[in-house]
T-cell receptor, first 112, second 111 residues
Framework: SQTIHQWPATLVQPVGSPLSLECTVE??????LYWYRQAAGRGLQLLFY??????ISSEVPQNLSASRPQDRQFILSSKKLLLSDSGFYLC???????????FGQGTRLTVV | QKEVEQDPGPLSVPEGAIVSLNCTYS??????FMWYRQYSRKGPELLMY????GNKEDGRFTAQVDKSSKYISLFIRDSQPSDSATYLC???????????FGKGTSLLVTP
């Protein structure tokens, strides 16, 4: 069966510090991978998606970047965090050509 | 017009009630319809998945799709306190690459 791991679960970082959130998927090959941010009252905002190694598409210009160094690994990064980067970050995967997405447990990021 | 509209609630019902959750959408290209359940501080989990108009039942849950009206619903029978969560509708089109989500409806089932 397929599983998705996302860590850490919670993170408190000072403004201006770097960020690295990691997500890995097990039990499948060549998944589509997604990073979402969820803010209160704003729903799920798609940040990045990837259909293959090294292939990253950005949905929203911002202070964040994503990388996919391996087939089942997706990383969300920032060089300098802003207060506005606080939120609940979710990694998700779907099968190639699939429709439904499966989510990790999320990382609650607080920038102070 | 937003692509997906979903009443955020909160919706509070007594245990045992029938719950009706709804979403409307404007994009005719949406062909796949999903409902996710999200508990507080957790990731969303897929609850129901439908493709065609009509009803799909899974235990206490029934998903209903009306493509002509661009309207989908999720019904929960005999609601339980454990059903208290946020419910998100989601849509997918073959011309897209990711799901389009509603903002979610917060449901509270009181004992």
């Amino acid at each position: 069966s397929q599983t998705i791991h996302q860590w850490p679960a919670t993170l408190v970082q000072p403004v201006g510090s770097p960020l690295s959130l990691e997500c890995t998927v097990e039990g499948t090959s060549n998944p589509n991978l997604y990073w979402y941010r969820q803010a209160a009252g704003r729903g799920l905002q798609l940040l990045f998606y990837s259909v293959g190694i090294g292939q990253i598409s950005s949905e929203v210009p911002q202070n964040l970047s994503a990388s996919r160094p391996q087939d089942r690994q997706f990383i969300l990064s920032s060089k300098k965090l802003l207060l506005s980067d606080s939120g609940f970050y979710l990694c998700a995967w779907s099968r190639t050509g699939g429709t439904e997405a499966f989510f990790g447990q999320g990382t609650r990021l607080t920038v102070v | 017009q937003k692509e997906v509209e979903q009443d955020p609630g909160p919706l509070s019902v007594p245990e045992g009630a029938i719950v009706s959750l709804n979403c409307t959408y404007s994009n005719s290209a949406f062909q796949y319809f999903m409902w996710y359940r999200q508990y507080s501080r957790k990731g969303p989990e897929l609850l129901m998945y439908t493709y065609s108009s009509g009803n799909k039942e899974d235990g206490r849950f029934t998903a209903q799709v009306d493509k002509s009206s661009k309207y989908i619903s999720l019904f929960i029978r005999d609601s339980q306190p454990s059903d208290s969560a946020t419910y998100l509708c989601a849509f997918y089109s073959n011309s897209g690459y990711a799901l389009n989500f509603g903002k979610g409806t917060s449901l509270l089932v009181t004992p």
